[in-house]
């Protein structure tokens, strides 16, 4: 039942806390992703990471950066919105949770039957 609650939630303070778990998946995607590309030599998907993979600055903190100033922006914006616009956030939010639950989930087969 708490878990219901949780994701039917779109109080800010709620908000909050899946973004800050957003977040973390989105960095282990980042982590897996180097590790794999660095281990195996297997093609990201993503351009971000091709991309950034030739410029001196580190692929981690390049998109986490960019990520983390997004949802800070997202997170100062927040505050003066209805009711609304945060039932509609939280939808964004957990939809794009689900995908990077996914995401990670095969990267840990991926990693696992690699072996």
Not at 10 to 35: E, G, H, M, P, S
Not at 62 to 68: E, S
């Amino acid at each position: 039942m708490f878990l219901v609650n949780y994701i039917r939630s779109y109080k800010v303070r709620t908000l909050k806390t899946k973004f800050i778990t957003l977040y973390i998946l989105n960095v282990l995607d980042i982590i897996f992703t180097l590790l794999y590309v660095d281990a195996y030599k297997f093609k990201e998907g993503k351009g971000l990471i091709q991309t950034v993979k030739y410029i001196d600055f580190p692929d981690f903190f390049i998109k986490t950066g960019i990520t983390l100033l997004l949802l800070v922006i997202l997170n100062i914006n927040m505050r003066n919105t209805g009711d609304k616009p945060l039932f509609y956030s939280n939808i964004i939010i957990m939809l794009s949770m689900i995908f990077y639950i996914f995401i990670n989930i095969g990267h840990i087969i991926s990693g696992i039957s690699s072996f």
